[in-house]
């Protein structure tokens, strides 16, 4: 197999020196199948540049072992490591360092694979000091990402559907590429940080794309070919309706006879070309896809329907819960678009099967900088959930901006307790999903700080409880490496707390939107107001917020397991952060932090846009210090960035000034 090694600015979290250690050493690599195969070839393009040697079998002396316990017989040092850790999971791997040998030992070869990247993550102290035998074991069997890429050109989306970082690395000019190295180079990408998963295509499924599914199947086995070496599988975004659209079928009806027996053979055929085909994924009965309801059937006759499908080849089908009214009356006070997912599928809980994966976005309304944990996550104990990131930056800077969302995700991850157990969201999560932030672009993710989110998406899908601060060191190690002071903590600094900075100058105290209407760029107070979206406000003369409380609200805080249920409906004890998304109050309010509402507004708009003034000015010492061209890159961004900072501050100050009248305590100029 050849390695795609892709050099300088490209090859992201997997630059040459990242395996500087590994390739320096005597290595055995013990073992049969494809992805031992594929750790022999990553250690020989590491020896072949770095000048230590690989082998196969044979005696030592070696520095590393990197073995299957199945392959034996395993060197002494291997096989005593093997004795005192006992059993290892599939994916899992045991590393340990003793007698001046690092050993990595895996039951199967995907956690041969994961123990070689946990390798390059350590680097040369994986070659130090003893160390007892360590167990790693991913928290979850699926780490997923969904691509919302088409293979045309949208007219309104683009490419890839919410994409900043250019056209898709799968298709161009309505055709799979010719060229998918840098597919292959994605996957070990992808593999170094833990996903083994990804859905290739938009779930907006539209014409062209649905034909992936049946006569365009033989890209998809293109593509899977390229990512099975990096133990990824393949999932497809399906239609609803495609026993219509593509069998020829009068229905799409769950129920009906000949609509499981389409999806039945149609899913067969997948098997029968691509045999580790992942499954299906499907947004159903959502912003105008098709959908079980237009037969009276509920989304789980539909998941049914398609996990009966999948069974038999053991595949599985996510089944998106992001279904809400994107057309209710912005008159109708009664209608909240954050209980719709809640009301659709709670009452459903229990009736998927085993192999339907129901798929929640984290928080109730979609993919905001600051949302409550989705009340779904904590109500359906008898499902398979999975919890749905965003990586690409739709509602937190496009990619254009600086914001590190990992904070952000551990602080849903680690969410709860509730429950006589006291589960978190990671605990009662099956998997978790990101939408990927990734294009055609030379960095990868248009900005090439985003390379972060990415990477660090993947680390927290496969342990939760990382520590994101830690996890960005590690990439910035890995990225830069050897990332010397000043550059190290320069972007620490720069990166750690962006994402509050972020909610600082955008939407404020968990509200919400205030985005330009479409493309979702940029400040528009009002932009969504008087729309049929159910993203609002409600800001007038005396006080902003939702009402959603059960006394004299939506009721929405009622979806929550106590304590959060009150916490929530309780103006007292809701968060600050949280407060506008559940309470609608006067701008005198007084919050926790001893602030009102109207002046934290103020204070935290002018503060965001000097963070980022901050950060600019960060930036600008490390000239020299990294690649010219990526420093450029950056540089051009953090103007906008601050642009667009300074452009949210003064919208959103101006706005709440002239509806309150309030005057800023501190005297600053408001437009
Ligand atoms: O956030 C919204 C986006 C849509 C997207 C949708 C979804 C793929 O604006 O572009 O559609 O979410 O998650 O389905």
Redesign the pocket.
Known sequence: MTIPELTDVHAAWLPPEAFRAIGSRRTLVLGDGALAGTVHAEVAAACARYGGTVRRTGDGPFDLVLALTTAGPLPPVAAAVMAEAGPIGEEGHVLARRDGVTVVLASAPAGLLYGLFHLVRLGEPAFEAARQAERHEPATRRRMLDH?DNIDVHPV?GQV??GYAGGSIFWRDGVLRDDLTRVRAYGRLLAACGINAIAIN???VHATEARLLTDRLGEVAAIAAELRPYGIRVHLSVTFAAPIVLGGLPTADPLDEDVRRWWAATTARVYETIPDFGGYVV?AD??GQPGPFAYGRSHADGAGMLADALAPHGGVVHW?A?VYNHRQDWRDRSTDRARAAYDHFAPLDGRFGDNAILQVKYGPM??QPREPVSPVIAAMPGTRLAVEFQVTQ?YTGQQKHVCYLAPMWREVLGFGPWGPEGATVADVATEFVAVSNVGDDLYWTGHPLAQANLYAFGRLAWDPRLDPAAVLDEWIDLTFAPSPEPLRSTLHTMMDGSWRTYERYTAPLGVGFMVRPGH?YGPDVDGYEYTPWGTYHFADRDGVGVDRTRATGTGCTGQYPQPWSDVYESLEQCPDELLLFFHHVPYGHVLHSGSTVVQHIYDTHFAGAEEVADMRAHWDKLEGLVDPALHARVKELLDEQLRCAEEWRDQVNAYFFRKSGVPDARGRRIP
């Open positions: 919302w989306m559907e919410r938009n779930v907006n947004k959502s912003e998106r992001f979609d993919f739709e979702h």
